[in-house]
């Protein structure tokens, strides 16, 4: 039997990189996935992935920063699995610009994913959780949530805000048994990475399975205790204080 057996997830950004490497962990586990990405090729493909595990799996085309489609894909879900156990805000974009360079619509774009987005999918899920008084929420931020870097202030931003939310949804809704937490790593072999940094050594780089590694601990951990945030670090790189 699998540690999560009977449980229904939704993982945003779940066509590939860190998204695609939860869903498949979770599934592992006997976790029904449902994956939601802008890419419905790159989803399917996942939900097929899901599928091969004994698990359902499911592909919700979806563009996280409106609310009408992100209502359609709750409703969605609900429908066919009749719950929602866990939700994985991982989608997002990262537009690398000098400050004096971004555009309007580079930081409207950037937080309407990486902000907006995963506060729609919260609030939404979050109502939904509090009436059956369980579950559990994971925001993927970065180490971008802790510290500046240059050339990435929108993301850096973002990313810090996507820090707050987690704070304050545990606040909020501790007392409905829902827990909240904050994966913060470092660089990760992803395509955001790999296109923002054309022709680096990625050789030390983490993978998107150490990350999936955190979740799942997260998720199985007892309820005695609560880990609000991990942050994770490549091995070479500078810890962060």
Known sequence: MGKLDGKTAVVTGGGRGIGRAIALA??????GVVVVSRTRSEIENVATEIRKFGVRGMAV???????????????????????????????????????????????????AVNVRGAFLCS????????????????NIGSSASRKPYPNQMAYVTSKHAMLGLSKGLNLELKSYGIRVHAICPGTVDTKLNADARPGADTS??????????????????????????????????????
């Open 61 to 111: 085309p979806t563009d996280v920063s409106e609310i009408d489609e992100v209502e359609r894909m709750i409703g969605e879900v609900l429908g066919a699995f009749g719950q929602i156990d866990i939700l994985v805000n991982n989608a997002g974009i990262a537009i690398f610009k000098p400050f004096t360079e971004l555009t309007v619509k580079d930081w409207d774009k950037t937080m």
């Open 204 to 241: 030390d780089w983490m993978q998107p399975e150490d990350v999936a590694h955190v979740a799942l601990m997260l998720l199985t951990q007892n309820d005695r205790a609560i880990i609000d945030e991990i942050y994770m670090r490549r091995r070479d790189a500078t810890p962060i204080y």
């Open 123 to 138: 609030q939404k899920v979050a109502q939904m959780m509090m009436k059956q008084r369980s579950g559990t929420i994971i």
């Open 26 to 31: 979770l599934a592992e586990e006997g976790c």
